[in-house]
RNA sequence: GCCCCGGUGGUAUAGCCCGGUCUAGUAUGGCGGCCUGUCGAGCCGCAGACCCGGGUUCAAAUCCCGCCGGGGCGCCA
């Protein structure tokens, strides 16, 4: 099988390419057969462009080859552009070659957008649903959402690292974790990189990842999973109202970058990208319950914030926000308390769409208070001497976060279910496809 | 774990409450045909389904039980 190289996207087809002659590939997304002429819409990635196919105009191969082609074949097109003011997009091709270099048979599902698929039915042809605009949409938007990530935290200082996910035990308890066999023991899929993060802050000062994280919990709601992006950082000599700058700055970026490259496309959806100021409101703990309270929603001191009631807060203030000096049990052990009030700690939740996106905190960075700290919550300090080996060695203080990278993307293209912005999501009773 | 809802052609649904009228309707997709400017193309024709198991009944898509699934909440650095 032999045919020409791709010289162009679908959407680098413009009508000033009038006259020159491009190779396009793809699928067929639709034709539409009036006898003697014949339109087919080609889809690649990028978006989709009419060939226009007239009976005497192209050669018989061409033409008998037409006959037999249906929707999403994989053909690759040779042909000449013309600028056109029938043709919608005033702009389509000619073909003078084409090459079928898949067959498709009729697909399980409807790409086009004629019937409304379920979810559920959707992720089972996970693969063939990824065709549909919509989506090839959002998995681009992904990248670029990490991508500006990545360009923010480069720009401060932040290095890249990655940290082992088959690890020896429980990072800070909590969530339940996935067994998995290694060799002769026992190990666990990483709940998150939070040990390993802080320890690299003794060497490598400013650290992120974005990686995978599992979480062994029965949960069924439309947004958690149990395996999932997770994008954390570390900074050295920092607290948490710096690494909450650090945040800010992540947010924006990505809600400007997302506006900038994918604004129009999304507008079709009715996706509006609106992009957030700096500072975030910051609201305390205590200010959150006084308000829902007000609200007539009673949260006992020392509980965290129920869902509805980050709905109501969210109401309240708009989005996004902070709320801040969660309880000091409340937390994970590592987590600073106040130096002026130890009940409270250094902490802090991003709140997007009734959504917690991400929480951090400022870290205990003094040994006997982490061994302290492990012990209030019933935790065996000995289990976790290879962690506390870096306390004796100039363990600097230390601040950080860990962001749900697909709540954030849901928050941003406002998906109702996190799996819509997953490919292949993992949830209780979805391991494939 | 709790609550609610649902399983009908490939997909999405109507019918179910009130059993017989169902030879199961519709849309979309599929297949075949017609049309030289379609772009949600149009028109004609064809094929295609009651999740499974048990129960009630003269009779079950329809009622009951199981099974399976979905949604919401909870749990969850």
């Known amino acids: 099988m032999s045919f020409p190289r791709k010289t162009h996207w679908t959407k680098d087809v413009i009508p000033e390419l009038d006259g020159k002659e491009v190779v ?3 699928w067929v997304w639709d034709i539409r057969d009036l006898g003697n002429i014949k339109f087919i819409l080609l889809r690649d990635r990028e978006g989709t462009i009419q060939l226009t196919i ?14 037999s082609l249906g929707r999403e074949d994989a053909i690759v097109v040779k042909g000449v552009v013309k600028a056109s003011k029938v043709a919608k997009a005033g702009v389509e091709v000619f073909p003078s070659e084409i090459h079928v270099v898949a067959k498709s ?28 605009p919509i989506n090839s949409l959002i998995f681009r938007v992904e990248s670029e959402v990490v991508h500006a990530i990545r360009d923010t935290l480069y720009g401060q200082g932040f290095i890249e690292v990655f940290t082992p996910k088959i690890i020896v035990t429980s990072t800070e308890g909590g969530a339940e974790l996935f067994a998995v066999q290694y060799f002769e023991r026992v190990a666990y899929l990483a709940q998150s990189p939070q040990l390993y993060k802080e320890e690299l802050t003794a060497s490598l000062e400013r650290i992120f990842e974005i990686a995978p994280a599992y979480r062994a919990e029965k949960h069924n709601t439309n947004y958690h999973l149990n395996e999932f992006i997770s994008v954390d950082i570390e900074e050295a000599f920092a607290n948490y109202t710096d690494v909450m700058a650090v945040l800010e700055d992540v947010i924006v970026n990505v809600y400007d970058r997302v506006n900038k490259m994918f604004g129009n496309e999304l507008a079709r959806y009715g996706i509006e990208i609106k992009i957030p100021r700096k500072p975030f409101r910051k609201i305390t703990y205590d200010e959150a319950l006084d308000i829902l309270g007000r609200r007539g929603l009673k949260v006992n001191w020392g509980d965290d914030v129920p869902k509805n009631g980050m709905e109501i807060l969210s109401e309240e203030f708009g ?4 709320i801040i000096h969660f309880p000091t049990d409340l937390r994970a052990f590592y987590t600073k308390p106040l130096d002026s009030d130890p009940k409270i700690s250094e902490s802090f939740d991003l709140v997007m769409g009734g959504l917690e996106i991400a929480s951090g905190s400022s870290r205990i960075h003094i040994k006997e208070q982490l061994i302290e700290a492990l012990r209030k919550r019933g935790l065996n300090p000995e289990s976790f001497e290879s962690h506390l080996m870096v306390y004796d060695y100039g363990m600097p203080p230390h601040a950080g976060w860990g962001m749900g990278l697909y709540r954030l993307l849901m928050v941003l293209l406002k998906r109702d279910n996190i799996r819509e912005v997953v490919l292949y999501p993992r949830d209780r009773f979805r391991l494939e496809p």
Do not use: H, N
Not at 54 to 67: E, R, T
Not at 319 to 322: A, G, K, L, T
């Open 24 to 26: 396009l590939a793809g």
């Open 54 to 67: 007239k009976k005497g105009a192209v050669s018989d191969s061409v033409w008998s080859l037409i006959q």
């Open 105 to 132: 048979k009729a697909l399980p599902i409807d790409i086009w957008g004629s019937v409304e698929t379920d979810l559920d039915t959707r992720l089972r042809y996970r693969s063939v649903d990824l065709k549909r």
């Open 319 to 322: 989005e996004p926000f902070f």
